[in-house]
């Protein structure tokens, strides 16, 4: 079978023809090089306007990178026209294989995006023997591609979160999509203040804004006041586990405490890697940290006290009723000011002054599942992780949407992977 057959199956290109395929040198290597003609009576395609005019000249050969096949790297070899348009004078004509300048084709540069996908860019650019910048190229166009051509319609749940990236005190706001089956990233900006969650909004829009029924965030004040302001039809729900969170901060920090007092009392460290015992649940734990743990609890510690007033709190989420939910936080509100812990303390006004919204759970539940939000953050980690090396802001932003954004993809007739 000829490779033109083939060719012809996978790519059809109305006004053009694939004339031979040959091997010729490309870049110092041997590489299959498909030459196409455009067809006798066909006229031109003006990129501006999308009309067809007589034909201006012709521009000298160019080599178009196709999906390479057997290791051989493929060529498509163009002499592109430059179309007399009445209107933009003349241009060189739009080809359905690649847009302007780009000397990849589309279809190659979706199938080096659908692999940086799985692998990261550089691993993809070392087996396709391209360069690192090819393959962001690649990605950066279906991104965009994508972006454009999404549908916002129907999200009426959203999540909103900060994830650390870089070194430093550096955030990403992300914004999630959370309605079932269409959990996405919708949007991620820089930094974590009023002005990044205000270009959030101003973006997606006061119409689709109004529409949102469920907004999930933590208690960060500056953002509650925004989601309270632009989401006015929205639940804003503070989510369990941003709430856990705070705990776990409050644990945390007692526990750091208590290891710097027994340093300087020079006694031995009980709460050495003591850390995560305390900071998991306990049926997350092994049957060696359950035992540690058992030991840990017969001391009389402030990190023990704090740890098992999480605990404590944990059973708040059970509750059916919001009004004995109510109950129950108020007494473990009161009962926690009472300690001498201060961290603690610090959460149970925090728990008091958002009581409002953090109740809000419970007139969501079951209709709002925010526990997806912490799913997605960790894609989005293991993204940051797997593009470290990446050092632009706008990288790490393409990278993101790419693996979290569910992006409809430019069309090519054929999926090589
Ligand atoms: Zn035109």
Redesign the pocket.
Same mark, same amino acid.
């Given at each position: 079978m000829l490779v033109k057959t083939v060719l012809n199956r996978v790519e059809h290109f109305k006004s053009f023809v694939f004339i031979a395929v040959s091997f010729q040198l490309v870049n110092g290597s041997e590489a299959l090089v498909v030459e196409i003609n455009a067809r006798a009576n066909s006229r031109p395609e *003006?990129p &501006? *306007?999308g009309?067809r005019g007589r034909k201006y000249d012709t521009m000298p050969v160019r080599l178009f990178e196709y999906v390479p096949i057997w290791a051989f790297q493929v060529f498509f070899r163009y002499a592109p026209r430059r179309v007399a *348009?009445p &209107?933009?004078g003349a241009?060189v004509e739009a080809l359905p294989w690649a847009y302007g300048k780009e000397r990849m084709t589309i279809s190659y540069q979706v199938y080096l995006a659908r692999w940086a996908r799985r692998l990261s860019w550089k691993e993809t650019a070392d087996i396709f023997k391209t360069s690192w910048d090819s393959v962001y190229r690649a990605v950066r166009f279906v991104v965009e591609y994508g972006l454009a051509n999404r549908s916002l319609d129907n999200v009426t749940e959203i999540g909103i979160d900060e994830i650390a990236v870089f070194k430093g005190p550096k955030f990403l706001t992300m914004v999630y999509q959370l309605n079932a089956g269409a959990r996405r990233l919708l949007w991620c900006g820089p930094e974590r203040r009023v002005k990044t969650l205000l270009r959030f909004f101003h973006e997606f829009g006061k119409e689709r804004s109004e529409k949102l029924r469920f907004v999930c965030s933590d208690m960060w004040a500056p953002y509650l006041k925004v989601i309270a302001k632009k989401a006015p039809n929205a639940l804003n729900i503070l989510d369990r586990f941003h709430i856990m969170r705070k705990f776990n901060e409050a644990i945390d920090e007692i526990r750091r405490g208590e290891a710097r007092l027994f340093k300087a009392q020079n006694q031995e460290n009980v709460l050495e890697r003591g850390r995560w015992l305390l900071l998991k649940r306990p049926e997350n734990l092994s049957d060696k940290q359950t035992a540690r743990l058992g030991d840990l609890l017969k001391l009389n510690l402030s990190s023990i006290k704090a740890y098992l007033m999480r605990e404590d709190f944990q059973r708040f989420w059970e509750y059916k009723q919001v009004r004995f939910a109510d109950r129950f936080l108020e007494n473990w509100v009161t009962r926690a000011l009472h300690t001498n812990l201060e961290p603690m303390k610090k959460v149970a006004k925090m728990l008091r002054n958002h009581k409002a919204l953090i109740l809000n759970w419970f007139k969501a539940k079951g209709q709002l599942s925010c526990g997806a939000v912490e799913g997605l953050n960790l894609k989005a980690k293991l993204t940051i992780r797997k593009a470290y090396g990446l050092k632009s802001l706008k990288c790490l932003q393409i990278a993101l949407y790419h693996t979290l954004g569910d992006l409809p993809e430019p069309l090519c007739h054929h999926r090589f992977c």
């Amino acid at each position: 079978m000829l490779v033109k057959t083939v060719l012809n199956r996978v790519e059809h290109f109305k006004s053009f023809v694939f004339i031979a395929v040959s091997f010729q040198l490309v870049n110092g290597s041997e590489a299959l090089v498909v030459e196409i003609n455009a067809r006798a009576n066909s006229r031109p395609e *003006c990129p &501006e *306007c999308g009309r067809r005019g007589r034909k201006y000249d012709t521009m000298p050969v160019r080599l178009f990178e196709y999906v390479p096949i057997w290791a051989f790297q493929v060529f498509f070899r163009y002499a592109p026209r430059r179309v007399a *348009c009445p &209107e933009h004078g003349a241009k060189v004509e739009a080809l359905p294989w690649a847009y302007g300048k780009e000397r990849m084709t589309i279809s190659y540069q979706v199938y080096l995006a659908r692999w940086a996908r799985r692998l990261s860019w550089k691993e993809t650019a070392d087996i396709f023997k391209t360069s690192w910048d090819s393959v962001y190229r690649a990605v950066r166009f279906v991104v965009e591609y994508g972006l454009a051509n999404r549908s916002l319609d129907n999200v009426t749940e959203i999540g909103i979160d900060e994830i650390a990236v870089f070194k430093g005190p550096k955030f990403l706001t992300m914004v999630y999509q959370l309605n079932a089956g269409a959990r996405r990233l919708l949007w991620c900006g820089p930094e974590r203040r009023v002005k990044t969650l205000l270009r959030f909004f101003h973006e997606f829009g006061k119409e689709r804004s109004e529409k949102l029924r469920f907004v999930c965030s933590d208690m960060w004040a500056p953002y509650l006041k925004v989601i309270a302001k632009k989401a006015p039809n929205a639940l804003n729900i503070l989510d369990r586990f941003h709430i856990m969170r705070k705990f776990n901060e409050a644990i945390d920090e007692i526990r750091r405490g208590e290891a710097r007092l027994f340093k300087a009392q020079n006694q031995e460290n009980v709460l050495e890697r003591g850390r995560w015992l305390l900071l998991k649940r306990p049926e997350n734990l092994s049957d060696k940290q359950t035992a540690r743990l058992g030991d840990l609890l017969k001391l009389n510690l402030s990190s023990i006290k704090a740890y098992l007033m999480r605990e404590d709190f944990q059973r708040f989420w059970e509750y059916k009723q919001v009004r004995f939910a109510d109950r129950f936080l108020e007494n473990w509100v009161t009962r926690a000011l009472h300690t001498n812990l201060e961290p603690m303390k610090k959460v149970a006004k925090m728990l008091r002054n958002h009581k409002a919204l953090i109740l809000n759970w419970f007139k969501a539940k079951g209709q709002l599942s925010c526990g997806a939000v912490e799913g997605l953050n960790l894609k989005a980690k293991l993204t940051i992780r797997k593009a470290y090396g990446l050092k632009s802001l706008k990288c790490l932003q393409i990278a993101l949407y790419h693996t979290l954004g569910d992006l409809p993809e430019p069309l090519c007739h054929h999926r090589f992977c």
